[in-house]
């Protein structure tokens, strides 16, 4: 069957060398893809929410499947734009409707459902710019520090962490009155700060069953022990040590069923992945949010650890038939080094050609911000370039991943070398 993904960072990346070695699948397009996906098949220079140009592209190209890889086109309804239309409808999308995606694409929308169906999360409360002064009100009740959550998409940024009352009521000012995340912010999600660990645990539905994949940790600082600004994410392990038995037990009968049973009682279909953000507090997982889609990250580090067919178990998602489908989850660990470049998160270098990917040794190489000048390789966006490596322990996993990321260069090349090593 031919597959069309769509998006260009790194979760794309480890999706198409995924996908691409799989006999089921004759051709993979990626739209618009990067310089690394060009390696797994076709890159196709389409934005992701160009719908139009994504229906003239998948019938003229006898299109099996879609899978959709970031959150935008989710949310925008790209689901629901091939269902409505004749000529599309056969094809299956893998990603929810666009009710689904509101999980993610509204934070206001997905705390309320976590408390219809009694998913254990942090206390909170909305507010929008009329409802200010209650606002202020609340926050002087919530304790310290509080989380600030912009309600809409902000890629990534559109969550604060403060640290007193004062910075939280100018930060909630900022948000509400002067759209701090633009639309994003006019509603405001005020939430208790929970303490503990984070982990992503990542579920494959067909809306009535369901597959856990591996899980996996996020660094999300730029500076080495946690320190600085927050960023896309600058590596990701899996497994993780304390998501033992007894914990995923807790996550599987608190939050996993609960949410699959919530989406099937309020008549919500959805195919796809629910990344579910967690925190573990004492032992006992809370949810900090859903996305409706795969992390990044954490795809570059899951999918290596996935040794079954993953187009058979895209196919089970398509045809309602998951549960028939086998899921064989490799033991060992898988280390993801994230090289960024200089400057990022703020702005950042660009159009710098990238040397050294042929010196990597054991490691897969997911290109996330690279694009093509000619015959040069070049680095093009913040996240430039994610080295995976699998091993048989966690110590030589994280060694030989950030070893290889040290063979890549590009001026300004900036990586952490210490990923993972908390948990060591």
């Avoid at 390696?39 to 099996?64: C, H, M, P, R, S």
């Avoid at 006019?186 to 994949?213: A, C, P, R």
Wanted: negative net charge; charged residues 25%.
């Amino acid at each position: 069957m031919n597959i069309l993904l769509l998006g260009s960072g790194g979760r794309e990346s480890a999706f198409a060398w995924k996908i691409s070695q799989s006999p089921k699948c004759d051709k993979l397009f990626i739209a618009p893809g990067n310089a690394g996906t060009g390696q797994y098949g076709t890159n196709v220079n389409l934005k992701v929410t160009d719908f139009e140009g994504i229906k003239a592209f998948a019938l003229a190209n006898d299109v099996k499947m879609v899978l959709v890889g970031p959150e935008e086109p989710l949310v925008k309804g790209i689901h629901d734009f091939f269902l409505a239309d004749e000529e599309l409808k056969s094809i299956p999308v893998i990603g929810p409707q666009q009710e689904g995606a509101q999980l993610e694409g509204s934070k206001d929308y997905s705390k309320a459902f976590m408390q219809r169906h009694n998913v254990p999360t942090a206390a909170s409360r909305t507010f929008t710019r009329d409802t200010l002064q209650e606002g202020f009100d609340y926050l002087a009740t919530t304790g310290l520090p509080v989380v600030l959550k912009a309600d809409g998409l902000a890629a990534g940024k559109g969550v604060l962490i403060c640290l007193t009352l004062e910075e939280a009521r100018q930060e909630l000012l900022e948000m509400l009155t002067e759209a701090k995340f633009g639309d994003a912010s006019s509603k405001v999600v005020i939430e208790q700060f929970l303490q503990g660990i984070e982990l992503s645990v990542f579920v494959m539905t067909d809306g009535t069953s369901y597959k856990v994949l591996p899980e996996a940790k996020d660094y999300k600082r730029i500076g080495e022990g946690d320190t600085g600004l927050n960023t896309g994410g600058m590596g990701s392990v899996s497994p993780v040590h304390f998501a033992d038995e007894a914990f995923m037990q807790k996550v599987e009968q608190r939050v996993i069923i609960p949410t699959i049973e919530g989406l099937k009682k309020e008549g919500i279909p959805y195919k796809g992945f629910i990344f579910i953000g967690l925190m573990n507090t004492h032992g006992e997982p809370w949810v900090i949010e859903y996305n409706c889609r795969m992390g990044d990250p954490e795809t570059e580090s899951v999918m290596p650890r996935i040794e079954s067919d993953f187009v058979d178990l895209l196919l089970g998602v398509a045809e309602g038939n998951l549960n028939e489908k086998e899921l064989i989850i490799s033991p060992k660990t898988a280390a993801t080094v994230v090289c960024v470049a200089g400057g990022y998160p703020g702005e950042y270098l660009k159009n710098k050609t990238i040397s050294g990917i042929e010196n990597v040794r054991d490691s897969y190489v997911f290109h996330a911000g690279t694009s093509l000048a000619g015959e040069d390789v070049q680095a093009t966006g913040g996240r430039v370039l994610a080295v995976t490596s699998l091993q048989d322990n966690m110590f030589d996993a994280l060694q030989q991943a950030t070893a290889d990321a040290a063979r890549i260069y590009y001026d300004g090349v900036y990586f952490r070398k210490d990923i993972g090593f908390d948990l060591l």
